[in-house]
């Protein structure tokens, strides 16, 4: 019995150890075929050797072995490739050189598997090869490239592109780009790929690929046009003007995979232009089309690159919502959950633009799959109304237990906004929190949990008693020692100032006889801070530490004898260690470095400097959308420009030099109530040279210099190599006085400007010595500028702009045509926004490709007092080109006039 087991080949497979030989058979074993019994063999790779193997390899030099045993041949590169990959064996220039020599050999068999291990073979071994050996396979290689057989083809070029290098490039080139252009997709698929990986070790004559390249991304097989369209962008991601032409001037590709990352490629555009360009008005329109392709994970991929577009309004929206909207219906499980994804993220950002969801949102509540119910549930609870969380909380507890954790993670971050919302639903929410932590949690649920019942706390004081009696709980039945540690801190900074601080003694003192040594020296921190805070249980808490003098851990027993030796001491002293400091770590920190710049005074809490609380930051997750800065912030947070009062209006960057000079100067202008602060961001771009004292002169026009006057220059101390910074001038202005209280006059004027600063011709290892070092006067001047009236008008806040249209319908009207010279709708509409400076409203700046009549709803406030709208119809024909008829309504007559004299 004992022989027959020993002979069982299922006996003596299980007798080896576990490993990744299944893997390795799949990969290796057999690959001319598998059959049945396959899993009944004895694993070819155990217990190999490398010095038993490479003797093996000696046959590769019998011709005999090599054309009649292909199999044996196969089988035996496998055992290198083994040695090699699984077990991370090394080999030996001379043993590489061997194995290398023998494997060339193994090119007189035909045999396609055979041809293929060894392909795999030569890849793995080519980076420990010296050139002068590769040679010898590079013209058995173009033997491969050059034959009928595709798949040797294929192979070859996919070999080719890991053992070329500049040197032989050159005459390796012609047979790529011929193989670019292939009718097998195959051998084109794989010569694209050869040319991106080799445009990494020479991008240069990869550069003279393009009409190649260009003709793959009309190929019929959808493989072949991604890697064109992953070629292609690698070739030119640093040159945006060809990256803003590639996804608008060609056909748009039939591949999914290739429209994706279009997609991804053109969201990238859109982010680092800000969205102003008529190319990212096209790229958008772009994005809305694939939001009706026929495959969906176009249409999801379109829609999440539209929802993380910075600045994105509701009305952008729009065609997204349609889309999810119809998906959520969908029977498909995944698709559902796909569209509920999106709706998530989208409802942190816009949670108004999908109230119009919360139909269908409720719907899938109780969808048989749980996870695409949890985010309908997380989403409806960032828009839902207060009397609704009840029965959407019953709702998900009933199929809590089934619920992965990765879900009930998102379902707690939801329940966090909506208590911030919510103040007063903050007990409902706990109870809920609480069932989960009751449940079987892993560490990062139970420390987003803890995490949140700790915000409530904070946020809300009159939860304390119930926030720390959760937390209690919590640590009761926790094996995460980091969790409990962090519950125990939090006890003993909320806990005493709780109505009744004794109830949670006992929840502390069970972690010193039940936890490890760091939570029993946390435990013991906390009941001193009770002890020392709350007179009423001082007694008897000094007892339990003094029962834990005989602490087998040093720190615990530490921290009692300090805990003991402050409870004895006098009220001044026991105050040192148990009060609470009246300044965070963080605060006192920067109120000590503040101190030391007057560090006479008497050190005490009277004479530090006051510091405001640091913002906490958020963490940013993988992707995450940035959050842009207004336009204004940067005149925030200089001193001089506090006293202007609030900005009317910053306007948009205008670039004053050309895009590609070695100083990139913009300026931005930050309209107040009688002042205009000009914002220069200056770049600078030469290597070696450093920017000192970089300040802006301004030239009026004459005419200009009655109502306007420089009162300030605020000057850059230093712009290193390419980096931006910003230096202002702030000018003061006294509108004419206006022919009636009601009106507003708004003053305008042309500058020219001139950038004055000191060159310093300096390295790296210099920079830190800027100051020795001598420089020169430099002057640059920049493109003149304007101050218009555009602005000087502010973005009303409007909800229904007919209503207000209408109550505007006593107050100064007029109407006029104009006729304008543009080529289509859209330009046209783009223009007179930019020209009038009003804001459009009801998404009715977006205009339909093709159209040739469009209305446009604009309004603003001039000066940030003075209501103006305008209702604007543009109309395309061919026998009277663009035409513009516009109606506006103000509160001041003035203005109205001064709408219409704009236009002409």
Request: glycine share 4%.
């Amino acid at each position: 019995m004992q022989a027959q087991n020993a002979n069982d080949p299922k006996s003596r497979e299980n007798e080896q150890p576990e490993s990744v030989l299944n893997i390795i058979r799949k990969e290796f074993f057999d690959i001319g075929g598998h059959d049945k019994d396959d899993d009944l063999r004895a694993s070819p790779f155990y217990g190999l050797t490398k010095s038993a193997v490479l003797q093996e390899c000696r046959m590769f030099n019998d011709p005999n072995v090599v054309m009649n045993k292909p199999e044996m041949c196969r089988l035996l590169m496998s055992k290198v490739l083994y040695l090699l990959v699984v077990e991370g064996e090394t080999l030996t220039n001379n043993e590489v050189t061997d194995v290398f020599f023998g494997a060339t050999k193994l090119f007189q068999n035909q045999d396609p598997a055979l041809r293929r291990m060894t392909y795999l073979f030569i890849k793995e071994v080519a980076e420990k090869t010296s050139a002068e050996e590769v040679i010898i396979v590079v013209s058995t290689l173009l033997k491969d490239l050059n034959s009928e057989n595709e798949l040797f083809r294929a192979n070859s070029l996919r070999v080719l592109s890991r053992i070329l290098d500049v040197s032989m490039l050159a005459q390796v080139e012609r047979y790529i780009k011929q193989a670019i252009v292939h009718k097998n997709p195959r051998v084109a698929s794989s010569a694209l790929l050869c040319g991106l990986y080799l445009y990494s070790v020479s991008p240069e004559p990869i550069r003279r690929w393009v009409s190649e390249i260009n003709q793959s991304l009309s190929y019929e097989d959808e493989m072949v046009q991604y890697h064109g369209l992953l070629l292609l962008y690698a070739m030119k991601q640093h040159d945006r003007l060809a990256l803003n032409k590639a996804p608008l001037r060609q056909r748009l590709p039939t591949s999914p995979l290739s429209l994706c990352m279009l997609i991804r490629y053109s969201a990238q555009l859109l982010r680092d232009d800000g969205g102003d360009s008529d190319a990212s008005r096209e790229i958008y329109d772009m994005m809305v089309k694939c939001l009706r392709h026929s495959s969906d994970m176009v249409c999801f991929e379109a829609a999440r690159a539209i929802v993380r577009l910075p600045g994105v309004r509701d009305e952008d929206l729009a065609p997204v919502l349609s889309m999810l909207r119809v998906q959520l219906g969908s029977s498909r499980t995944c698709a559902k959950f796909a569209a509920m994804r999106i709706l998530n993220e989208l409802s942190v950002s816009h949670p108004m633009a999908i109230e119009g969801c919360n139909g269908d949102l409720e719907a899938l509540v109780n969808d048989a799959n749980r996870s695409v119910a949890t985010l309908a549930v997380s989403t409806l609870l960032k828009t839902v109304e207060p009397g609704k969380i009840d029965s959407l909380l019953k709702q998900i507890a009933s199929y809590l237990a089934e619920i992965d954790d990765e879900f009930k993670v998102l379902l707690v971050q939801s329940l966090l906004a909506l208590t911030t919302k919510y103040p007063e639903q903050h007990a409902a929410i706990l109870s809920f929190l609480s069932s989960i932590l009751r449940g079987e949690c892993s560490e990062t649920l139970k420390a987003t949990i803890v995490s949140t019942i700790i915000s409530i706390l904070q946020h809300i004081p009159e939860s304390l008693e119930a926030c720390l009696l959760h937390l209690c709980e919590c640590i009761e039945d926790c094996e995460y020692p980091q969790i409990i540690v962090r519950v125990l801190h939090v006890l003993a900074q909320h806990g005493p100032d709780a109505v009744a601080p004794a109830r949670f003694i006992r929840f502390i003192y069970n972690r010193i006889i039940l936890e490890d040594a760091c939570v029993r020296a946390a435990a013991v921190e906390a009941l001193g801070q009770f002890a020392g805070r709350v007179p009423s249980v001082r007694k008897s808490v000094a007892e339990l530490l003094r029962g834990c003098l005989k602490d087998e851990n040093d720190e615990v027993r530490e921290r009692v004898v300090l805990a003991l030796q402050g409870l004895a001491a006098e009220e001044p002293d026991r105050a040192l260690l148990f009060a609470r400091l009246p300044l965070s770590p963080a605060q006192l920190h920067a109120s000590l470095q503040a101190f030391q710049q007057r560090p006479a005074e008497a050190l005490d809490w009277e004479h530090l400097p006051v510091v405001a609380a640091p913002v906490a930051k958020k963490e940013e997750k993988v992707e995450a959308k940035k959050e842009e800065k207004p336009a204004a912030s940067a005149v925030f947070s200089v001193p001089a420009f506090a006293a202007y009062g609030p900005v009317v209006r910053s306007s948009v960057p205008v670039l004053l030099t050309e895009a590609e000079t070695e100083y990139r100067v913009s300026v931005v202008k930050h309209v107040f109530a009688s002042h205009v602060v000009l914002q220069f961001d200056v770049s600078n771009t030469v290597d070696g040279q450093v920017m000192c004292d970089v300040r802006m002169e301004l030239q009026l026009e004459e005419g200009d210099e009655a109502q306007w006057s420089v009162e300030s220059v605020l000057p850059c101390k230093t712009i290193g190599m390419n980096e931006e910074a910003s230096t202002f001038v702030s000018l003061a202005f006294q509108p004419a006085e206006p022919a009636e209280a009601d009106e507003v006059e708004v003053p305008e004027a042309s500058f020219s400007a001139v950038m004055k600063f000191v060159v310093k011709d300096v390295e790296e290892e210099e920079l830190d010595a800027l100051d020795a070092i001598e420089g020169f006067d430099e002057e640059y001047e920049i493109e003149s500028f304007r101050v218009e009236f555009a602005d000087f008008v502010a973005r009303p806040l409007i909800s229904d702009f007919r209503g207000q249209w209408e109550a505007l319908k006593a107050a100064s009207e007029a109407e006029d045509q104009v006729a304008l010279s543009f080529e289509d709708v859209a330009s046209a509409v783009k223009g007179v926004l930019e020209v009038l400076g009003l804001y459009a409203y009801e998404g009715s700046d977006r205009v339909a490709m093709g159209s040739t009549n469009h209305t446009v709803l604009m309004a603003g406030k001039v000066m940030g007092k003075v209501l103006v709208m305008a209702r604007c119809q543009i109309v395309l024909s061919e026998k009277y080109g663009c035409v513009l008829r516009i109606g506006v309504r103000s509160e001041s007559e003035g203005v109205v006039q001064t709408i219409i004299s704009l236009l002409h």
